[in-house]
């Protein structure tokens, strides 16, 4: 039973990178109209139903016009996830979007903190969505969303949100868009690895250009590590420069 992991990043010269977990993935080859991963195949030019949803709530994963997008990572994402739409799933999302200027990796003040998650709660109605975030201004809880503090540099204080009573049960999907630091990337996988389900998903967003050949030689030692993984680095073609570079 293998899990996949995928990191996605944002690659320069208008290219996204994007990397996986329960099928853990990397992948260089750039095709420009269609990528094959496995069993799927998708159009990374194409808006989807979780491009509008996403863009409607103000997640930057993607939007309806997403020719003019700063990602695209919501086609990708359609395409693995849309046969799960109607099934009770765990899902967990670590960076919820702070609008905090103070704060790295922040949105800027007109962003909408926790977009993404109320956008997984519209794509899949039956699942329960949770989410983590540094800043606990933006932290939020419902009937289905749940959130909590964790810095994703510090494995005691990921350890200790782990514990948590709401996060005892394993995850579907683990999503990572956090610091968007190769160290931090690093930190909080191989703190949290251990929480996906067998079959699930890992993936980690916005890994730069800068940190690519880095994540190409940890790939290469987690794989040796965790065996019942299989991993891929995606390369997305984007029509916008990246924010990270």
């Not at 989807?48 to 993607?62: A, F, P, Q, V, W």
């Amino acid at each position: 039973m293998f899990k996949g992991v995928y990191y996605t990043s944002k690659y320069f010269y208008n290219h996204s990178y994007l990397t996986i977990k329960t099928v853990c993935v990397y992948m260089y080859d750039i095709i420009l109209e269609y990528i094959l991963i496995m069993n799927y195949l998708f159009n990374e030019k194409d808006s989807t139903i979780l491009c509008e949803i996403m863009g409607r709530h103000g997640s930057d994963k993607g939007c309806i016009n997403i020719d003019s997008s700063w990602h695209n990572y919501t086609t990708f994402y359609y395409s693995i996830f849309k046969n799960l739409r109607e099934e009770k799933l765990r899902i967990f999302e670590l960076g919820l979007g702070t609008n905090n200027i103070n704060l790295p990796s922040n949105m800027g003040a007109n962003g909408i903190p926790c977009a993404s998650l109320y956008g997984w709660q519209e794509f899949f109605p039956n699942s329960d969505i949770f989410g983590a975030d540094i800043d606990t201004d933006i932290l939020v809880n419902s009937n289905n969303i749940k959130t909590f503090y964790c810095d994703q540099t510090n494995p005691h204080i990921i350890k200790y949100m782990w514990n948590e009573n709401n996060l005892q049960e394993n995850f579907d999907i683990i999503i990572e868009d956090g610091l968007h630091t190769f160290n931090a990337n690093v930190c909080f996988f191989e703190n949290s690895i251990h929480k996906l389900k067998p079959n699930g998903y890992y993936i980690i967003e916005d890994i730069t250009n800068d940190d690519t050949d880095l994540f190409i030689n940890k790939i290469k030692e987690w794989e040796n590590q965790y065996k019942d993984c299989l991993f891929r680095l995606l390369h997305l073609l984007t029509f916008q420069t990246p924010i990270f570079i």
